[in-house]
């Protein structure tokens, strides 16, 4: 038989060297698809060799050997070969498989431990048993009734990357019997890997073993062996030097033994079941495998080591390699789960899998340990089984000292306090406290079903964490040599199993998360990897069928959505069937938008397989190792992400911005660069070092729902029906037909308009930003004047039925650049024709109504068209039909502009082809529109091209063009003068030339081109990149470089990808930056500190060999210029465009008056001259800012308008240190990671850490009305304000400037900036305010109750307050009648914490004559009592003190009853709490005698007094005001509720004594335990104010 392989083999295997040697591709991203077969049948007895040239250390298994009676010929090859049936017999490690099911656990040596260089091979005996082959020496049988033709099997699984075939042919003649391997004389004979000892060595340790055991000289302990059997194996590793004990000589010896006996009687022959290597030793992934891992002789650990049931080897220790006589003793017992574990833990799979009990109700006390301590370099390694999504935090792993067997176990185990080690999320916690903030870039947090998380305690010490087979480092340098493993099934994780990497399907599950950890690269194109594919099929992009949760692929393969995306948003990710090429272009047409969420489409690359990938909800969530070689790249609104993590915030056209209809696309570029593409126009490089191979990525998130593939292969479909923008029906005058190049009509929008509008896709588009707060201010107008006859038609792509009235068209003589854009058109009282409604309308006033057709009643989908006629007649067209003349007498041959006002409900329009010459017959001549030259250089246009130039440049028109005559280089031209102040220098591309790369440079150089010499190529470098004697400026693809050095990447739109027809500026702006604008549109400030004497300068470099300038030096009057609309909405707000509010005022505003930016989140809309800021939609995605920094010692104040109880918490407030203009606003302010102080609920943050805790009040329960304010002192630290009180500082080293940050998330929906400051509390119109506002002459002289106990109306109650609402429910359950209390509830004061923080409440104050001190009841809820008319209530409240009353609920009625506290029976110190339930709910104390002395009460029982006390501390004691249970009727939960009484008292009624608890610390830090009880006799001298409540 040839020793070759057969030449069909798996998929990414390689053969070479005549069909011996098979080498797998991609060894380091890809584990399987390694099968490889003999070329021809096996023969009986001949042993089918092969020798491990090559491994890695990737992933866990090695090579796996076998047969098949499969003919490889027409086999389909699995992916290993465990996945073989019909007869297959396979050897994995040490597990023998037949048809991927295992038939013998544990046999011979452990093909996985196996080095490069073994030998291993396969043999089928003339009995039909199977033989492997190991080093030259046999095994013995691994099975038997194999059938007579099979082919050998190899796979180059795991670690095994190449082998070769060295033999194929019988075993050599040394062998007395033919199916047993014997040894004559003394030679050594290796057997898997062990040389045997002869017969001398075996009496020489029979004679030490008995020596060492002291009993006796025989050796009648030993067994004597028949001569038919093979001699016991003994390990050959053992130092003669080595002094043994007597427990692990005879350990090693009956462990020879044995294993011979047990192999006799299975039939084995000699099989070794002895100890393994000392390397095999040392390996703890394998600890569980009993003597086959070389288990040492040795535990100091665990003690004697118990034998694995499940195994064929029941020896007592394993086998006894050297590193276990030498070092610890290793047992054989598998690492399990303990018995004992958490109380809502359920064991099962012999206690190889934990899962947590209730996981949707409960959500810890799920702990589980391993079953005996970690070995040293161990591998304890668990599978994610199950997740819920409900609870926050997952799972977390760690290793403790505390023995299982005496540890109460905790609810969760980072509450343990000592010898225990945690990772939890992305940190460690030692004995529950923080020690490494950020231990690895995975969280636990995040990961999914399916991920591995493992860790080992190192020999050294060390303690490491294993995500998915990736060490993570270091977490504990010092760890106990005793621990053991811990697993807490928190939040949400359920279940998890533990991973032993000897079997097969754990070894397989585990490589395949190492795979989608290490973001494999399988793309690289393989021209063999098929036979039978279709090279066709194959070739083309297409959506790989495993995609999202809730996405779907159709036509093919070519379509994606999301069937039911008005119900989700996310878990629509695909990707694409096969990886992208260098220089292929992945792009998708979005199909189909909903209205109903946040966010839009995503696209990007990522190394994953996508047969791989567990893909989750969205793909920026997907994070994969720690280097920029793997991993996502995405595009995400206007910004881009690797690995879940931004690295471009401002990058491209924002995404979440496109329409139905618009296209997306994605390139990697041979060089690794990637680039993103919109409507087919190059946004730029995004990304650098990319690998190659990658598959490209769709999420279909948020509004997008369906996207098709675009490519060559196929027509495109037709948009959907039901696609919520564009029109339904496609038409020459669609959107689709709006994008088209093919089209000569030159038609745009003017860069100028109003200032909210906004021009986009070329100057085709236009549209109205914050279209559901603005309705007007949106004016566009073409760019150039219409021609006689000419059409010019817009369609409308989108509505919002918000407003009244809609579009209005028209034509206007005036030139844009000297148009101040109205806020809308009919303002206009000049020279200007506009159709409103029915009404046609010049200048500003009412020509005729009742026209042919009606524009306030057009939708989506209807055409507009405007034309003037060669004798002044103005004609409308809508949807391709004439409606007749509109008016007539328009000037002839005064040039007119076609008018767009987006109005009202109309928010976007875009330009049709139809645009255009309409009827030769309305022209003045029969000249059609190709015979007008477009941009042609004409007498009129003023700027010119200096004589000093490049070698190869040639002026051409009076130096209005320039030709590039010979090469790729030495292009460079000059303006011919100083570009002025908002001088717009801008050319035209006439030719390119695709032989060259590269492309056109443009800048601004303080080079004077006067001062070069005459012969210009003596003066002048070959490429501008290389001017070097002035400075210059210039932009370079997207590349923005000062005297050629990088000053800025992905600055916008890439020269690179000009055409013919393209136009480019460049201008220096009044405040020394450089602008660059591609076909009308400003890329935004590209440079700064541009010096003022510059000269544009141009490259014809590369592709662009000609240009023609189409720009003019005439400026018209610098107050009617415009600033020009920015490419896309990422740049809509630029540092050099002005807001709305700044375009109307030109003067600086005043530091008093703030208003908020226009650029803010997408589901914020403004109001009241952008006073008012209120969130529209979802929960978030409402981040807010101010246009104006805020100055030092300013107070910002706002007040909260709206509250929306349907969601959880609440807003949150604080500064940015850096300008809003461009930002990019996250869905929550707690993403901002970049100079952001934050204030939420009650702590600080920085950059979205916390950096203090219990700060004021928290912000989740402030209620409507509630005025927060910001200010920075002097000192740059940043203050709260709450309704005027200064919380204290919250932060420090606040940069300058700074801007207030406001996120209306969760409840909070609205608010409004207060313009002028908040008067005070009480102020001038007597309103009431609360206590922390009273004045000293207050205190002394006594106030008003309103000033004494009631709040402003706007701050109390606090009307979120759960708190003060289950008060309010106990005090129901009393059933005591309305009239004891007042009526109007905004007297009730709660003082729970958040409550008391909102007013700025001190903790003491003074009252009375003479003054004396009480403190507020912290922690009560007070409900105010009606006063009696009778009472003296003003002398009470302006002279008696305050102090506060302990009582029982049984006590409560009798006490109002009498208006007043009773002597005796209502005393405190008459009642005793008994547990009973009484009629409504809760359970009330009995009045009895309490343990006070006999001579005490009696006392009482004579003279009867009350207590009361100046602070509730005291009062509030259990003692005095006896806790009773009660069940909330709503929450049906049990609480616990004191309660007692808030009173005035009159002065020297009382009598001020010590405390009788026998305390001896202070019960409150005011009061002396001497002076805190008060106890008077007389009987009116109490007056009751307030119930207090205290729910527990």
């Known amino acids: 038989m040839a020793a070759e392989l057969h030449p069909r083999s798996g998929k990414l295997i390689g053969l070479s060297n005549s069909n011996r040697t098979a080498q797998r591709n991609q060894p380091v991203q890809e584990f399987n698809h390694g099968l490889v077969l003999s070329r021809e049948p096996l023969r009986d007895q001949d042993v089918f060799t092969v020798r491990i040239d090559k491994k890695v250390n990737s992933w866990s298994g090695s090579v796996e050997i076998g047969v098949t009676a499969l003919d490889p010929s027409c086999l389909d090859f ?82 095994c990357t190449q082998v070769t075939v060295v033999s194929c042919e019988p075993p050599s003649s040394m062998e007395r019997d033919p199916e047993r391997e014997t040894v004559e004389g003394h030679e050594e004979v290796v057997v898997c890997g062990v040389r045997e000892v002869d017969t001398g060595d075996l009496t020489s340790v029979v004679n030490l073993a008995a020596a060492a055991n002291g009993t006796n000289g025989t050796t009648e302990q030993v067994p004597e062996l028949p001569p038919t059997h093979d001699r016991p194996e003994f390990p050959n590793n053992i130092d003669p030097e080595t002094v043994l004990t007597e427990h692990q000589l005879f350990d090693v010896f009956n462990n020879a033994i044995v294993s011979l006996y047990r192999s006799e009687d299975e039939g084995g022959g000699g099989r070794d079941l002895g100890g393994g290597t000392g390397t095999d030793s040392g390996n703890g992934s394998r600890g569980d495998r009993g003597s086959s891992s070389g288990g040492g002789a040795v535990n100091s650990d665990s003690g004697g080591g118990t034998g694995n049931t499940g195994s064929t080897n029941n020896s007592p220790a394993g086998g006894a390699g050297l590193g276990a006589v030498t070092g610890g003793m290793t047992t054989n017992d598998a690492l399990l789960f303990h018995e004992k574990c958490g109380t809502l833990i359920k064991l099962s799979n012999n206690n190889k899998t934990a899962e947590r009990r209730r996981p949707l109700d409960e959500f810890n006390n799920g702990v589980v340990m391993t079953n005996r301590p970690l070995r040293h370099n161990e591998m304890f390694e668990i599978r994610i089984d199950k997740l819920v999504d409900k609870w926050s935090g997952s799972i977390e792993i760690g290793v403790t000292t505390h023995n299982p067997n005496n540890l109460d176990y905790p609810a969760t185990m980072t509450n343990l306090r000592s010898g225990t080690i945690m990772m939890s999320g992305c940190g460690i916690l030692t004995n529950g406290k923080g020690t490494r903030r950020e231990y690895c870039e995975f969280s636990l947090d995040e990961l999914q079903e399916g991920d591995h998380i493992g860790l080992m305690h190192k020999a ?154 567990q893909l989750p909800s969205t793909m920026t969530n997907l994070r994969s190792g720690n280097t920029n070689q793997s991993g996502t790249w995405m595009m995400t609104g206007n910004g881009v992400m690797h690995n879940g993590t931004t690295i471009l915030d401002e990058y491209g056209h924002n995404l979440d911005r496109l329409k139905a209809g618009d296209t997306v696309g994605v390139v990697r570029k041979e060089d690794g660069s990637l680039h993103f593409f919109v409507n087919g126009v190059a946004q730029g490089p995004a990304a650098w070092n990319v690998p190659p191979s990658v598959y490209a990525v769709v999420d279909l998130y948020g509004q997008a729902a369906q996207a098709t593939i675009m490519d060559d292969m196929a027509d495109l479909p037709p948009l959907p029906e039901d696609s919520s923008e564009g029109p339904t029906v496609m038409s020459p005058g669609s959107p689709c037909s709006v994008a088209g190049d093919n089209s000569a009509n030159d038609l745009r929008f003017h860069q100028l308009h109003g200032t909210n509008a906004v021009i986009t896709n070329g100057g085709r588009t236009a549209f109205r930003q914050n279209c559901r707060s603005e309705f007007n201010d949106a004016i566009v107008i073409s760019n150039r004047c219409l021609r ?301 500190a541009v010096a003022k004497n510059v000269y544009a300068v141009l490259d014809l470099y590369g592709r662009v060999t000609a240009v023609s300038i189409v720009s003019s030096s005439v400026l018209g009057d610098a107050e009617s210029i415009k600033a020009p609309s920015l490419s896309s909405d990422s740049c809509s707000d630029g540092e050099e465009d002005s807001t709305p509010v700044e375009r109307t005022k030109p003067a600086l505003v005043p530091n008093t008056a703030m208003a908020f930016l226009e650029n803010h989140g997408k589901n914020i809309q403004l109001s009241n001259q952008n006073l008012t800021a209120a969130r529209v939609s979802s929960y978030n995605q409402g981040l807010l800012v101010t246009a104006q920094p805020l100055p030092r010692q300013h107070l910002f104040q706002f007040q909260i308008d709206r509250l929306n109880p349907s969601w959880t918490s609440s807003l949150s407030l604080g500064v940015i240190g850096h300008s809003p203009d461009r930002l990019n606003f996250p869905s929550t302010a707690c993403c901002l990671k970049r100079s952001a102080w934050l204030l939420q609920r009650d702590s600080v ?325 001497t002076e805190i009880e008060w106890i008077t006799k007389e009987q009116g001298g109490t007056l009751l104010y307030g119930l207090l409540i205290r729910v527990e």
């Not at 106990?480 to 199993?497: C, I």
């Not at 297409?542 to 036509?555: D, E, P, R, V, W």
């Not at 489409?601 to 996508?610: A, L, M, Q």
């Not at 313009?1315 to 119109?1325: D, F, L, Q, R, Y």
């Open 460 to 613: 050294s010490g060390a303690l490491h964490f294993y995500i998915n087979g990736i060490d993570q480092g270091v977490a504990s340098a010092q760890t106990p040599a005793v621990v053991y493993g811990v697993v807490d099934l928190y939040g949400m994780a359920v279940k998890v199993t533990i991973v032993h990497n000897h079997n097969h399907s754990d070894r397989l599950r585990r490589n395949n998360a190492i795979m989608r950890a290490l973001s494999p690269d399988v793309g690289r194109p393989r021209h063999t990897l098929s036979l039978t594919s279709d090279p066709d099929t194959t070739d083309r992009l297409l959506f790989h069928s495993n995609c999202g949760q809730k996405a779907a692929i159709i036509s093919e393969g070519r379509t994606a959505l999301r069937p039911h995306a008005t119900d989700d948003f996310n878990h629509g990710v695909v990707l694409s069937g096969r990886p992208l090429r260098s220089n292929e272009v992945f792009q998708v047409r979005i199909d189909k938008m909903v209205d109903k969420w946040a966010g839009s489409i995503e696209i990007g690359v990522t190394t994953h397989n996508p047969a791989y990938l």
């Open 78 to 159: 699995p992916s290993s070969a465990t996945g073989l049936k019909g007869g297959s017999w396979i050897v994995s490690g040490c597990s023998v498989l037949r048809d991927g099911r295992s038939v013998l656990e544990e046999y011979g040596r452990d093909l996985d431990q196996l080095a490069e260089g073994d030998r291993v091979g396969i043999q089928r005996s003339t009995r039909g048993e199977l033989h492997l082959w190991v080093n030259g020496h046999d095994c013995g049988a691994a099975a038997s009734g194999l059938p007579t033709r099979l082919w050998a099997v190899v796979d180059l699984y795991g670690k």
């Open 1245 to 1569: 943050f920085h950059n979205s850490l916390k950096i203090c805790e219990n700060y004021g009040p928290n912000l989740d329960t402030c209620p409507e009305g509630t005025v927060l304010g910001l200010l920075v002192d002097g000192n740059s630290c940043l203050h709260l304000h709450v309704n005027g009180m200064d919380q204290g500082v919250a932060a420090q080293d606040i940069p300058t400037p700074c801007y207030p940050l406001i996120d209306l998330y969760g409840q909070c929906e609205q608010v409004t900036i207060v313009t002028n400051n908040v008067p005070t509390m009480g102020g001038e119109s007597g309103e009431a305010r609360c206590q922390g506002d009273m004045e000293k002459a207050d205190m002394v002289d006594g106030i008003k109750e309103s000033v004494c106990w009631t709040p402003p109306p706007d701050v109390n109650p606090n009307k979120t307050c759960e708190y003060q609402a289950l008060c309010s429910r106990f005090k129901d359950l009393l059933t005591l009648p309305d009239g004891y209390f007042n009526e109007d509830a905004k007297y009730n004061l709660c003082y729970c914490e958040s409550c008391h923080k909102l007013r700025g409440d001190e903790a003491y104050y003074k009252r009375g004559e003479p003054l004396r001190d009480y403190a507020l009841p912290f922690g009560w809820c007070c409900f105010a009592l009606r006063i009696k008319p009778h009472c003296e209530v003003s002398n009470a409240f302006k002279k008696w003190h305050i102090a506060y009353h302990g009582t029982s609920v049984g006590a409560l009625r009798r006490t109002l009853d009498h208006a007043q506290l009773l002597s005796g029976t209502s005393s405190i110190f008459s009642v005793s709490p008994v547990k009973m339930e009484g009629p409504n709910g809760y359970s009330e104390p009995e009045e009895n005698s309490n343990s006070l002395p006999d001579r005490e009460r009696d006392r009482d029982r004579e003279v009867p007094r009350v207590q009361l006390s100046p602070t509730m501390r005291y009062s509030g004691l259990e003692m005095f005001a006896p806790k009773v249970q009660f069940r909330d009727p709503r929450s049906h939960c049990c609480h616990q509720a004191q309660v007692g009484f808030q009173v005035c008292v009159r002065p020297g009624s009382y009598k001020v004594g010590p405390q009788k608890l026998g305390a001896s610390e202070p019960l409150d830090p005011r009061f002396s335990n």
């Open 788 to 1088: 006689d006859g000419e059409l010019f038609e817009i369609v409308i792509q989108k509505m919002v039925d918000r407003w009244s009235g809609s579009i209005e068209a028209g034509v206007t003589a005036i030139r844009p650049e000297e148009l101040e854009f109205p806020n809308t058109m009919t303002d206009i009282d000049y020279d200007t024709w506009m159709l409103s409604g029915t009404a046609i309308m010049q200048d500003g006033n009412t020509m005729r109504n009742n026209y042919g057709c009606d524009l306030d009643s057009l939708t989506t989908g209807s055409r507009i068209g405007m034309m003037r006629s060669a004798t002044g007649d103005l004609h409308y067209y809508i949807n391709g039909v004439d409606q007749g003349v509109a008016c007539t007498g328009l000037p002839p041959g005064k040039e007119v502009y076609a008018v767009i006002d987006l109005y009202g409900q109309c928010v976007q329009v875009s330009i049709t082809s139809s645009s255009g010459p309409l009827d030769n017959s309305l022209c003045t001549s029969n000249i059609t529109e190709k015979s007008f030259p477009i941009h042609s250089p004409v007498a009129s246009v003023a700027h010119r091209l200096h004589s000093k130039h490049g070698k190869n440049v040639v002026l051409l028109g009076e130096g209005c063009q320039a030709v590039r005559v010979g090469g790729y280089a030495h292009g460079i031209v000059f303006s011919a003068k100083e570009l002025k102040t908002d001088e717009l220098f801008e050319v035209k591309i006439d030719e390119v030339d695709n032989q060259w790369s590269g492309s056109l440079h443009m800048g601004l150089t303080s080079l004077a081109p006067p001062e070069l010499p005459s012969c210009p190529m003596s003066g002048l470098s070959p490429s501008l990149t290389q001017l070097r004697t002035k400075v210059t400026w210039l932009l370079v693809g997207s590349e923005v470089r000062r005297n050629g050095v990088l000053q800025r990447q992905n600055y916008g739109a890439s020269l690179d990808r000009l055409m013919v027809g393209n136009r480019v500026g460049v201008k220096r702006c009044s405040d020394d930056t450089m602008h660059v604008l591609i076909d009308g549109e400003d890329m935004g400030p590209a440079a700064t």
